[in-house]
Structures are given as structure tokens and as C-alpha cells.
């Protein structure tokens, strides 16, 4: 008989949740008898498992195995066999292992259930690059060599729709204290936000036991949206910050009969869903490269928005991934549609927004609510960058209608174009890596593919009986 090697035992990274994060853990959480296992999928759902908590320190010991393909899946959750994770490998396992710092408790869930998050590892321990946020931290390493890194912020616009509808029609949900459905836009309207109570105080009540910064509730520019911030710091901790709060939202929301909806684009009347992104530069000893000098910008400031701009369009795909992200953009609509920069400026596509001088910072306000923030801040890290590094000049701020043509190149119209921009982008295959690189697009071509043979009902009505 032939000598067949066994199969290798996973060797842990150097980065992964210690042993004192979970006893901590377990001992002021005597009542959780369940964890959710979660792992970011390149399109930012999150993918796992349930455990037992008879189960949890053999996973921090040895991690837990896990198919690679669950990374090579579509939004409704398919193997894509093009992606090179499914068949061509065996639908080999790889080893999940906890993060530090990800383990909380599940407020809402009854009886409260544990949850932590998850990276993937080839079994050597390397990683496995197409899991996102090894993406983002290979732009953070290379920050980090270049005596950099990044503080940043994320924006979360989203609508609460009625989970209990009795038609085939999304509706806004009915507001907790009232029990109707808001009516009108009342964009920053407190008296909304006071009608949403006992759902913002369970909302508030969970993400403090999580830790999470949450900070100011708006009413946004529609009935029954609604926009969330997070207090700015590391620009992991933000991206992580940003997919922690989109599924307490998700989960506080279904205990109130609500639905906590983050499509960029639900309503075709109403105003899109956006994932704005407020980010700045620092030296190696914590310095905002971005504040004013002298009473201006500074150079290091334009020259990452013009790293931005030179960017956008080949990297579109990432802030816009899916057919309904494309419906978000159209003029005068908070969404830009045009690659320019403006000061104080809601109408472009990187704003410099006014405020204290010392900590002045960039906002890029492309990327839909839809979007995986692991990709679109590892996107805006490089390309700012690489301004920098360029010296790229970002041109005149535009003035007034930011959503007005001007001389840049124009963005992608459409989800296909922005694909196919991507696929022979050089800088967006550097970014990404070339597996991230492949991984993504063959995602997001089967997707597309899937939506293109897609009989909608819209056909029906409007050739059924006219043609």
C-alpha cells in the first residue's frame, strides 16, 4: 500500500481571540448556552453556524473547519463554480478562527445567545484571500510600513419596513409608540425619532453591551429611513463597527415586527441608502496629515481625493455590487453621479466636510449601504495613497449642484459596465489581490447573469397583453 499523508492539523495564526477573552467571557455570561459563528462573504453577509457552549473552547483552541466555497457563494447564497472555491478544490475545508475582541452578547435573542466573528485560514494558517477582511488588512499593513495609518468613520442610511405587510408592496413599518406609518420625508424631524421609542432604546441598550459606538439617530430624506453614526477610530474596528451594527439592527427590528431593510435603493420614489465613509490620514505618530495648513487644505488632503477621483469609475463595482445599488444614483438625489470633489458639498462624490481644522478628514459618499465596507475601505485606503504618493491634483472643488457634469471621465452607467471596468482595472486587481480579484467578479458575472434571464413581473405588465 502507497503512503497517503493525513490530512494536516490547522496551525493557528498569530492573530486570533485568546483563551482569557473567553473564559472572561463565559463567566459573566453564565446564561448563554449558544453561539453564532459568523464569517464576512465578499459581498459583507454574514455566513457560519450555531454552536453549543460545550463546543466554544475547542474552537479557540483548534478553530473550526469550514468549506472555502463559502466565500465563492452569490447574494442568495449559490456555489459560483467560477470562482475556483467549489469543485476545482474539492470544496475543500479551511479553518475559521475567532477574532479578538468579537465576542458579545446577543441582546435581543430570547433566551440571549453569544455571538463572534470569524476570519478564514488555509490550514498552514495563512490567509485565505477571499475572505474581505484579510483585504483590508493587507492595505492597512501596507499603511502601517509606509509610517501611516488611517482613522475612519462609516454612515449608515437604512429603512425600517413593515415585517407584518399584507401586500406584495414594501410599506414603511409602523412607528412603535404611535403604531402608524410615518407619512411624508420629514428629514430631521425629532418628533419621528421620539414615535420610533422602544425601539431605539433596545436599540442602544444592545450596541452598549457590544460595545459599539453608536452615536446620533437621524431621520433621513424618506418615510421610514432612518441614519445611524459610529464614532470614527481604527479603520478595522470601523468597517467591523459598521457589519456589528447592521445585524443588531436586523435582529432589534424583527423583535418589533420591523424590518431593518439595507438595499441601496427600495423604494424607486424615495431616496437611496447610502455607506458614507469619513476617513484621514495619520504619521507614525498619530498626526492628521489632513489638517488645515495655514488656513487651507493641505497638500496630503488633495492629493488623496485626487487618488479618489483617478480611481472611481474601475472600482465602482466594489461601492456599487448589486443591479438595485445602480437605481441609487440619479441627480439632485444626495447620491453623486459624477467623479468630482466638492467642499461642504453634499452633491459630490468625495466631500471635505466643514469642521474643526485640526481634524479635518475626507468623506466618500459613493458606496451604497449595500456595499461590503471591508472592500470599499481597503478601495479608499489605496487610493488615497497612491494620491499621495502621486501628488494627484483633484482640480477645482465643484461649486454648487455637485450632480452637474463636468470634465471628468463620466462613471459607469450601469451594473455591466462597472463589472466590466473592473475586470481590466490593474489598480482595483492590486487592491483586491488577484484571488479577491477573481473571486468578486465571478460573484458578481453570475449575479448579473442570474438577473439578465430574470422574467420580472414589470414584463408581464407591460407586454403580456401589447405585443
Request: aromatic content about 8%; hydrophobic content about 40%; glycine content about 8%.
Amino acid at each position: 500500500m502507497r503512503k497517503i499523508d493525513a490530512p494536516a492539523r490547522p496551525k493557528a495564526p498569530e492573530f486570533r481571540a485568546s483563551k482569557d477573552e473567553l473564559q472572561n467571557f463565559l463567566k459573566a455570561h453564565p446564561e448563554i448556552e449558544a453561539f453564532d459563528l459568523m464569517l464576512i462573504d465578499p459581498n459583507g453577509i454574514a455566513r457560519g453556524k450555531t454552536v453549543r457552549r460545550h463546543e466554544i473552547e475547542a474552537i479557540w483552541e483548534n478553530g473550526r473547519n469550514l468549506p472555502g466555497s463559502i466565500l465563492g457563494l452569490d447574494v442568495t447564497g449559490e456555489d459560483v463554480d467560477e470562482t475556483g472555491l467549489v469543485w476545482s478544490d474539492g470544496d475543500a475545508d479551511r479553518c475559521a478562527w475567532p477574532l479578538p475582541g468579537s465576542l458579545a452578547p446577543s441582546l435581543w435573542t430570547h433566551p440571549p445567545r453569544g455571538q463572534f466573528r470569524v476570519t478564514l485560514h488555509e490550514m498552514d494558517g495563512s490567509p485565505v484571500w477571499a475572505d474581505p477582511r484579510h483585504v483590508l488588512q493587507r492595505q492597512i499593513d501596507a499603511l502601517a510600513a509606509r509610517g501611516l495609518s488611517a482613522i475612519a468613520a462609516f454612515e449608515l442610511e437604512f429603512y425600517l419596513i413593515d415585517a407584518n405587510s399584507d401586500t406584495d408592496e414594501l410599506q414603511p413599518a409602523r412607528l412603535p409608540l404611535t403604531g402608524k406609518r410615518p407619512f411624508g420625508t420629514n428629514v430631521y424631524c425629532v418628533e419621528e425619532l421620539d414615535r420610533l421609542e422602544p425601539f431605539s432604546r433596545d436599540l442602544y441598550h444592545a450596541a452598549a453591551a457590544q460595545g459599539l459606538p453608536v452615536e446620533t439617530l437621524i431621520s433621513e430624506y424618506a418615510p421610514g429611513q432612518f441614519e445611524l453614526t459610529l464614532h470614527h477610530g481604527d479603520v478595522m474596528q470601523a468597517a467591523e463597527n459598521l457589519l456589528a451594527l447592521k445585524h443588531l439592527l436586523r435582529g432589534v427590528a424583527r423583535r418589533h415586527g420591523m424590518q431593518a431593510c439595507f438595499m441601496a435603493k427600495p423604494f424607486a420614489d424615495r431616496a437611496g441608502s447610502g455607506m458614507h465613509m469619513h476617513a484621514s490620514l495619520c504619521d507614525r505618530d498619530g498626526h492628521n496629515l489632513f489638517a488645515d495648513r495655514d488656513g487651507a487644505l493641505s497638500p496630503e488632503l488633495l492629493a488623496a481625493i485626487g487618488g479618489l477621483l483617478e480611481t472611481i469609475s474601475e472600482s465602482m463595482v466594489v461601492m456599487a455590487p448589486h443591479h438595485n445599488s445602480w437605481l441609487r444614483f440619479s441627480a439632485r438625489s444626495y447620491a453623486p453621479t459624477t467623479p468630482n470633489w466638492g467642499i461642504n458639498n453634499r452633491g459630490v462624490a468625495v466631500r471635505v466636510p466643514a469642521g474643526a481644522p485640526g481634524g479635518r478628514h475626507l468623506e466618500q459618499r459613493l458606496a451604497g449601504v449595500d456595499a461590503n465596507p471591508f472592500l470599499v475601505a481597503a478601495i479608499t485606503l489605496a487610493a488615497m495613497v497612491r494620491g499621495v504618493e502621486k501628488q494627484r491634483d483633484p482640480g477645482p472643488p465643484a461649486e454648487g449642484n455637485g450632480s452637474a457634469a463636468g470634465d471628468a471621465p463620466a462613471l459607469p452607467q450601469n451594473w455591466t459596465d462597472a463589472i466590466n471596468s473592473a475586470q481590466h482595472s490593474a489598480f482595483l486587481k492590486d487592491v483586491l489581490g488577484e484571488t479577491m480579484h477573481r473571486v468578486f467578479l465571478a460573484i458578481k458575472r453570475a449575479e448579473a447573469a442570474r438577473f439578465a434571464a430574470y422574467v420580472s413581473p414589470l414584463d408581464y405588465k407591460l407586454y403580456l397583453e401589447t405585443v
